[in-house]
């Protein structure tokens, strides 16, 4: 790859690979980086449900785990531990938006908002408060993402080593007193970290497991508050007069999600020599799929470079639609996660007004698709008090 194509993928990735796409007279094209990325719709599914593709381990947890069954368990043993949090979750949200004041930093306020709501579930209250601190510190430095300019990469990434040790050493004292399964009712997992030790081979290291906490706090904490800023930055910046909005919030985040999926790439390795796309591909050759380039399909989607949400009320107006990939290896928490983001949303939204400064909806690249930082201006509406009918004040 020149140098300029380069230059021109860092300027703006999701338009370069559309680009691409666009001139790309094969199914498959390259990207700047070596792996491939299956342009057509129509075969890109084919990637992410053909058991084929999916005969290993998934990319998301790597090599850390012994088996694609271990894998599995734990995904799902988090997920319902999350599930079962959503009340709680809900309940804590009024208190949240309300501590985010009339003038918020975005997007970092958004996985803030998260990590309020769900601090119980991620480590139960009675786990060390030293440990807490941590891990809200390192929401705050920005390590729920791949922050995409260096500065702010090397804030957050310098806790990384720190927490992961704290972290380690916590799974270690649970391992050890093994309480993770007798210290709450029926063992019934207290937090994230019970759930993922318990879901770890025994043989499993400390550290890996701690790994495994890590990325599924940064998927809960991280992907949904960056959602949620997506979200509120596209209603504001396409309907500027603020909420109400002509759109109930589910359409709105499933909008938000279908113009910048927070993962906009997702791999699968070729298992054996073949031909696909017309093309031949050697074993371990990674094939990409774009939920962006599938959410901006024009064959598949009407109009699909407009931010519509009505779109999602319209009788087949919708395509492919992977925000949390398909197949055998998707999202464990998609539904949850979609849960989150809209509640979030539906009580910022709720009785303010709200208006953004600074809003650009040109997405930053850096592992995943984030927004560039804006302001929020959220004011409560003074509650209408009903007129006075006649004869109903008091005597
Ligand atoms: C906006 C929020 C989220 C987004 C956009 C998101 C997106 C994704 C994507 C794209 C994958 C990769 C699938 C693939 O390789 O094809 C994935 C995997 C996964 N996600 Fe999420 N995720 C979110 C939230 C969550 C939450 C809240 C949880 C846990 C409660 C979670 C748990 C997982 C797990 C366990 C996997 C691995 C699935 C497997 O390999 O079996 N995610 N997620």
Redesign the pocket.
């Given at each position: 790859m020149s140098v300029r194509e380069m230059r021109r993928f860092r300027r703006d990735p999701l338009r370069y690979i559309e680009d691409r796409a666009r001139r790309s007279p094969a199914a498959v094209f390259q990207l700047p980086w070596g792996a491939w990325c299956v342009r057509d719709t129509e075969q890109a599914l084919t990637v992410?449900h053909d058991p084929m593709f999916h005969g290993g381990m998934?990319?998301?947890?790597g090599d850390m785990l012994p088996s694609r069954a271990a894998?599995?368990a734990?995904?799902r043993a988090?997920?319902n531990l999350?599930r079962a949090h959503v009340p709680a979750y809900r309940q804590s949200l009024s208190e949240a938006a309300a501590g985010l004041g009339p003038v918020s930093r975005w997007p970092g306020a958004g996985p803030m908002l998260v990590y309020r709501c769900t601090a119980d579930v991620l480590l139960h209250p009675g786990a060390p408060p030293a440990l807490r601190r941590q891990l809200e510190q390192a929401v705050a430095a920005g390590l729920t993402a791949r922050q995409p300019r260096m500065r702010e990469r090397a804030r957050a990434e310098v806790l990384r080593p720190k927490l992961l040790a704290a972290i380690t050493e916590q799974v270690r004292v649970r391992r050890a007193e093994g309480n993770w399964a007798e210290g709450s009712l029926a063992g019934e997992p207290r937090d994230v970290l019970d759930a993922v030790i318990a879901a770890c081979p025994d043989e499993l290291p400390d550290g890996t497991a701690a790994n495994l906490y890590v990325l599924?706090f940064q998927?809960?904490v991280g992907?949904?508050g960056y959602?949620v800023a997506w979200a509120l930055l596209l209603a504001c910046v396409h309907h500027p007069s603020g909420p109400p909005w002509p759109w109930p919030a589910d359409w709105l985040v499933r909008e938000a999600g279908r113009c910048r999926?927070?993962?906009w790439m997702?791999g699968r390795p070729v298992p054996h020599a073949l031909e696909f796309g017309g093309l031949p591909f050697a074993a371990g050759t990674v094939l990409s799929v774009s939920p962006y380039l599938l959410h901006h399909d024009p064959h598949r989607w009407d109009r699909p470079e407009m931010f519509r949400p009505e779109r999602w009320n319209e009788p087949g107006g919708q395509g492919p639609y992977l925000?949390?990939?398909a197949?055998p290896?998707?999202?464990?928490?998609?539904a949850?996660?979609h849960t989150?983001?809209t509640e979030a949303v539906a009580v910022l939204a709720q009785d303010a007004r709200l208006t953004v400064s600074g809003g650009d909806a040109r997405p930053l690249i850096s592992g995943s698709v984030l927004p560039r930082p804006f302001t929020l201006h959220r004011t409560l509406k003074t509650p209408v008090r009903p007129a006075p009918t006649k004869g109903s004040g008091p005597r």
């Open positions: 992410l998934s990319t998301f947890f894998q599995t734990l995904g988090v997920r999350v599924l998927s809960i992907n949904i959602a999926p927070f993962v997702v925000p949390f990939s197949g290896f998707t999202c464990a928490g998609a949850v996660a989150f983001i």
